[in-house]
T-cell receptor
Framework: DSGVTQTPKHLITATGQRVTLRCSPR?????VYWYQQSLDQGLQFLIH???????AKGNILERFSAQQFPDLHSELNLSSLELGDSALYFC???????????????FGPGTRLTVL | GQSLEQPSEVTAVEGAIVQINCTYQ??????LSWYQQHDGGAPTFLSY????GLEETGRFSSFLSRSDSYGYLLLQELQMKDSASYFC??????????????FGTGTKLQVIP
């Protein structure tokens, strides 16, 4: 158990809908990262927040948005869902704000999103 | 942009040594890290190389050669529980000084008795 929690564990929805994925970082970690893992695209970095502020953006679609709240939990919002958005969505947390890889990222168990 | 290539599958015998290669093309390269992911599980950080050379952590070692844009993960004394997918990840520096990691395609390691 990494100490990072994600809810829900599974989510099934229809195309065109909007969903919100939630992540609570490990106690004391200020950085939260979101990743998408699909069969054809592999593991892709989406976005990084530190203490409520966006720090880095990866291949995140405009239909997707994220935020980190004062209590440090983070939410990833996915809208106008398409079949291709079906994937595992992981969040990870770390202490360091710079995304320095020597500062270990701890991954949550993931949310499996299925878009029908 | 960045891209990292790994072999898709590797099979090795329990107790043996296996090397998983990663070649990359990336600008503003900062370092290479490795993650392990068991089926249905979350990625787990294994090691990181910021400098050329070998980093050793128990049975796992990781190597980086910047001049060759190449790295590898070496697993020794293989155990059945090492059967998993292994990802290399490049850490380029973005303009704000923060890093956007790019993951490799992943190598599925199967350890057989």
């Amino acid at each position: 158990d990494s100490g990072v929690t994600q809810t829900p564990k599974h989510l099934i929805t229809a195309t065109g809908q909007r969903v919100t994925l939630r992540c609570s970082p490990r106690s004391g970690d200020l950085s939260v990262y979101w990743y998408q893992q699909s069969l054809d695209q592999g593991l892709q970095f989406l976005i990084h927040y530190y203490n409520g502020e966006e720090r880095a953006k990866g291949n995140i679609l405009e239909r997707f948005s994220a935020q980190q709240f004062p209590d440090l939990h983070s939410e990833l919002n996915l809208s106008s869902l398409e079949l291709g958005d079906s994937a595992l969505y992981f969040c990870a947390s770390s202490v360091d704000p710079s995304g320095d890889p020597t500062d270990t990222q701890y991954f949550g168990p993931g949310t499996r999103l299925t878009v029908l | 942009g960045q891209s990292l290539e790994q072999p898709s599958e590797v099979t090795a015998v329990e107790g043996a040594i296996v090397q998983i290669n990663c070649t990359y093309q990336t600008s503003g390269f900062y370092g290479l890290s490795w993650y392990q992911q068991h089926d249905g599980g979350a990625p787990t950080f294994l090691s990181y190389n910021a400098l050329d050379g070998l980093e050793e952590t128990g049975r796992f070692s990781s190597f980086l050669s910047r001049s060759d844009s190449y790295g590898y993960l070496l697993l020794q004394e293989l155990q059945m529980k090492d059967s998993a997918s292994y990802f290399c990840a490049a850490h380029p520096m973005n303009s704000g000084g923060y890093q956007k990691v790019t993951f490799g395609t992943g190598t599925k390691l199967q350890v057989i008795p």
